[in-house]
């Protein structure tokens, strides 16, 4: 990868600044799928609720990691911030602009600001256009004509993210999966965005590359100031890119903090049960006992009552059943540590501590929550 690419400068592009106020703020953001039978007559019988009152923030120059288990609505959370998706319910606000149910010539103004680096690299990209017409056109769209030419600047945006500038005459097709998700980087970079939502950016790449690409987009966040909501399965990868971690589980966010704070001192038993199946390095950490839930993700059809962790957490108990945690502080917990849980992990206690998880323990579901998670235990 060529180091010799000079990016284009912005203000303030000096790394994330949280004193102002935040460029994204999401607000109780809902998201449910409807579902129809009945015959005759088709009618609504349900929801599948993918988002269920997300509650996030982002400032200017800040990366915040999304991480949790495939289908607790990372990516359909993405989809509803660049207003891919219409929200059901909550409020998006953009640089202090309520955007949740903005028409499209409200928006106009405000899309070359947010891009998205989309998860499946072979379906996001136009296999009948070139790569140079592919990034070039976010800069036809939107009027915009860089110093030197379209066309340079597309080869620039080439080079920067490691392909052959000589490649802008070719197509999808001719390009692997790893160089293709880098050309959907270089599509993001087009317009120079205060806000890129990336959904799982070095998931397709080989892991010889991932350093790179994870390198590059650190180095366009510290050098213009773009701020990142960065979604991914590998927690290895969001410590190392995310200032702040933001933990879903089931649509719902139930811990956020600092990634130093949240890494070595979780309080949200779903998060330390994340954080204890990555592999470790050390032979002796390896050693150590897994936290391994019973049963199965709930459905989101009919997600349990009250906390919706309860039916797969060993410290689970009555009040876990009727009452939803709120996220908040809690004590011990450092500034701006929020959880979501009654009876949260002992924030003296070490990651790395030994802990067996007895399903015996679990508090016992109503019969609507064991339908709903195969009634296993």
């Given at each position: 990868m060529s180091e010799?690419?000079?990016?284009?400068?912005?203000q303030n592009a000096k790394g994330p600044e949280r004193a102002g106020e935040p460029l994204l703020t999401v607000e109780g953001l809902q998201k449910h799928f409807p579902i129809y039978g009945g015959f005759p007559f088709r009618r609504q019988v349900g929801a599948v609720k993918a988002v269920d009152g997300v509650d996030l923030t982002v400032y200017p120059g800040e990366a915040l990691g999304l991480v949790g288990e495939s289908g607790c609505g990372k990516s359909t959370t993405g989809r509803l911030v660049t207003r891919l998706l219409e929200p059901t319910g909550g409020?998006?606000?953009?640089?202090?602009q309520d955007i949740t149910h903005a028409s499209r010539k409200q928006l106009a103004p405000i899309r070359s600001?947010?891009?998205m680096i989309f998860q499946d690299p072979f379906s996001s990209l136009n296999?009948?256009?070139?790569?140079?017409?592919?990034i070039k056109s976010p800069m036809e769209v939107n009027g915009i004509n860089p110093a030197g030419g379209r066309e340079n600047r597309v080869r620039e945006l080439l080079e920067t993210v490691g392909l052959n500038p000589e490649h802008y005459n070719r197509f999808p097709h001719e390009f692997?999966?790893?160089q293709r998700q880098r050309i959907g980087v270089a599509r993001a970079l087009a317009l120079e965005p205060k806000l890129i939502i990336a959904d799982e950016p070095v998931s397709a790449l080989d892991v010889s590359i991932q350093a790179q690409v994870v390198n590059l987009l650190q180095k366009v966040q510290d050098e213009l100031g773009i701020a990142?909501?960065?979604i991914a399965h590998d927690l290895a990868v969001v410590r190392h890119f995310s200032q702040r971690v933001a933990v879903m589980y089931l649509g719902k966010v139930v811990e956020v903090a600092d990634r130093n704070s949240l890494y070595t001192r979780p309080r949200h038993p779903y998060t330390h049960a994340l954080l204890s199946a990555v592999p470790e390095a050390d032979v002796d950490a390896a050693k150590k006992e897994r936290i391994r839930l019973s049963g199965d993700v709930p459905s989101p059809i009919m997600p349990p009552s009250g906390c919706r962790f309860r039916t797969r957490c060993w410290k689970a108990q009555d009040k876990c059943a009727t009452e939803e945690p709120p996220l908040v502080q809690l004590s011990g917990s450092d500034e701006?540590?929020?959880?979501?849980?009654?009876f949260p992990e002992d924030p003296t206690r070490p990651r790395t501590e030994d802990v067996v998880m007895d399903p015996a323990l679990a508090a016992p579901a109503d019969k609507a929550d064991d339908d709903s998670a195969d009634g296993k235990k």
């Open positions: 010799n690419v000079t990016l284009p400068q912005q409020k998006i606000t953009y640089a202090g600001e947010i891009q296999p009948r256009q070139t790569v140079g017409t592919i692997s999966g790893g990142f909501l960065f701006g540590h929020l959880t979501a849980c009654h």
